[in-house]
């Protein structure tokens, strides 16, 4: 399962954290990506790769789960 650690609003962005599950090891692998406008600019992961499964996972995962929150509250 996805988890999300921590939302973070800077400056240049939103800067979502979390921990996405690896497919052959166990474990998870850590994920940090950049989202502005609803889109990701950048990524980091402990696969080594950007932009890799992973934090599109991660990132569609706080598309579904946090926007989707966010959107409710605002009326
Ligand atoms: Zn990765």
Do not use: Q, W
């Not at 789960?65 to 959107?71: A, D, G, P, S």
């Amino acid at each position: 399962m996805t988890r999300i650690l921590s939302i973070k609003d800077t400056p240049g962005g939103r800067i979502i954290e979390g921990l996405v599950p690896a497919k052959c090891i166990v474990g998870f692998h850590k994920v940090r990506i950049k989202v502005v406008n609803s889109k990701m600019v950048e990524s980091e992961c402990s696969c080594g790769s950007t932009l890799c499964p992973h934090a599109v996972k991660l990132y569609l995962f706080y598309m579904t789960h946090v926007k989707r929150n966010e959107n409710s509250v605002k009326r």
